[in-house]
């Protein structure tokens, strides 16, 4: 489904979630990312849900967009404090008391709605401050870890939206959210490498003989197109892992999460047509692109 440590790329003005929380209780909720930011996010797929959906899935973001703001944005000396203040928050939504911050208002009615545990939402707070001490990570295996805190709880959040959650399907959708970090993080080298942040596993980096002049610089070195490379075809086979889901579901489940997968398959095309030159601009598929992937993968599951 959706990453959770950064649904997208960090954009708008400079440090404000600070602030963005403060001002959240009282009259406007500027924690909410930009509606332009809710729109890109939604897979193409998405667009054609049921209100009730989107305006759960909307809540999933919205709680998700928080964390990262406050994990990318907020004073470094504040953010612990700030995480401290969504805990409590997720506290109050299983004491049934009523949350302090908007965000956390709409995932909580949500949470009450479909039975959502708390795992996943604090999953997320952890693995945003994770981020905070754990700058690099030395393997594809603790990558992977990474991922089950900062990407797999999103898809859970998910399932449970649709009433879909179960151990088998929980277990697939781990393979396809590990699956989009792990292609959002080949996307981002520089920008995440400008963060004080280098996702790609080091023991690639040292095997394709990368530096970290190679991570910041204007073009991307051949070698690290290989490191690209060698991780974009370790979330393809995740991806292939998780793709049985589709067939497990049915109704709106099956179309929404058929739009995540199409998203991360129309994106690792999107890479190996640049030549994994992720340097020179952002590769991302166009919407046709995504749109015609989840097509594919929805009429080959029902010819199955």
């Excluded at 667009?47 to 809540?59: D, Q, T, V, W």
């Excluded at 997320?124 to 805190?149: F, G, K, M, P, T």
């Excluded at 793709?243 to 095309?269: F, Q, S």
Aim: glycine share 10%; proline share 7%; net charge negative.
């Amino acid at each position: 489904m959706l990453k959770a440590s950064r649904l997208d790329t960090p954009s708008g003005p400079g440090p404000r979630a600070a602030g963005a929380l403060g001002a959240g209780a009282g009259s406007g909720d500027p924690a909410m990312p930009p509606e332009r930011t809710i729109r890109e996010n939604f897979p193409v797929a998405l667009r054609i849900l049921p209100a009730r959906h989107r305006a759960a899935l909307g809540a999933v973001y919205r709680f998700a967009r928080l964390i990262d703001d406050i994990g990318d944005e907020a004073p470094p000396d504040d953010r612990g404090r700030l995480f401290d203040q969504v805990d409590r928050d997720i506290d109050r939504i299983y004491a049934g008391t009523a949350p302090e911050l908007p965000a956390l208002r709409a995932i909580g009615a949500v949470a009450r709605e479909h039975g959502i545990p708390q795992a996943p939402l604090r999953k997320l707070v952890q693995a945003n401050r994770q981020d905070q001490e754990i700058h690099r990570y030395a393997s594809w295996d603790q990558l992977v870890e990474y991922c089950a805190l900062s990407a797999d709880p999103v898809g859970h959040l998910v399932l449970h939206v649709f009433d879909a959650a179960s151990p088998e399907r929980l277990a697939l959708s781990d393979h396809i959210c590990t699956a989009l970090q792990v292609i959002e993080h080949c996307q981002d080298v520089a920008e995440d490498f400008d963060d004080g942040r280098v996702y790609l596993p080091a023991d690639d980096l040292r095997l394709f003989g990368c530096t970290d002049a190679d991570l910041g610089a204007a073009t991307t070195p051949t070698r690290l197109r290989g490191v690209v490379a060698r991780n974009a075809d370790r979330a393809a086979e995740l991806l292939d892992a998780g793709a049985p889901l589709i067939g497990k579901l049915d109704g709106w489940a099956r179309i929404a999460v058929a739009g995540y997968l199409a998203g991360g398959r129309a994106t690792l095309a999107a890479l190996r047509g640049g030549a994994y030159d992720v340097h020179a601009a952002r590769l991302r598929p166009s919407r046709a692109r995504t749109l015609g992937e989840a097509l594919l993968i929805l009429g080959r599951d029902v010819a199955k």
